[in-house]
């Protein structure tokens, strides 16, 4: 696929199809994910595969809110996908590097970085999973993992605290559901001159 159409058809998808993911093509995600840009080269990050169907039933009992009710129908489409990815950043990766003589920054102040480049990193090699499911014919949807919930979804799967989930991406089949269409079904793309702005704001 051309990449103009992988960036026009990315979009994220809610429902899957009961079909697995071909390991090598998820393998190709998570190679794509490493090329990401890290500021220092840091690579101040991690990925958690689940791939199997007992290990996606406890990412979502750990990663959901409780309910007394039926379950959402976001979340029974998600719940069809047969891979979760969790992108995990790595705050000290990059406080140790730019420690380095190379960088000269020794005293390790989080306060040295006007924004955390661990969790932008980490977002962008998210995005290369997203683009790559595009690209192999697959759909996937980035979501975030509730605050509350990280703490369950760390015990469950023995995640460090030095590693945060900056959220997760399903990956599977597509299907054709209008109802998983989400937000763009209802909001229109905001126009090229109400965000782009050249020279000046």
């Known amino acids: 696929m051309e990449f103009p159409e992988v960036v026009r058809r990315r979009r994220m998808v809610r429902s899957y199809a009961d079909e697995p993911v071909d390991p090598a093509v998820l393998q190709r995600m998570l190679d ?83 924004v955390p480049y661990w969790h932008i990193d980490t977002g962008m090699a998210a995005l290369l999973i997203l683009q790559t499911a595009v690209d192999e014919g697959l759909g996937a949807c980035f979501f975030g993992i509730p605050g509350e919930r990280v703490a369950p979804f760390r015990e469950e799967f023995g995640v460090p605290d030095a590693y945060m989930p900056i959220g997760a991406i399903t990956v599977g089949h597509r299907t054709d559901d209008p109802g998983a269409a989400g937000s763009p079904a209802s909001r229109a793309r905001k126009p090229a001159e109400e965000v782009v702005h050249r020279g000046r704001w």
């Open 32 to 114: 794509h994910a490493q090329r990401a840009p890290s500021a220092g080269f840091s690579q101040g990050w991690a990925f958690l595969v689940l791939d199997q169907s007992g290990d996606v039933d406890r990412f979502w009992a750990a990663a959901s809110p409780p309910s007394d009710g039926p379950p959402s129908r976001w979340l029974t489409g998600m719940r069809t996908a047969p891979v979760v990815v969790v992108p995990l950043s790595h705050k000290a990766a990059y406080l140790e590097r730019y420690a380095e003589a190379d960088k000269g920054w020794t005293d390790r102040a989080e306060g040295r970085w006007p």
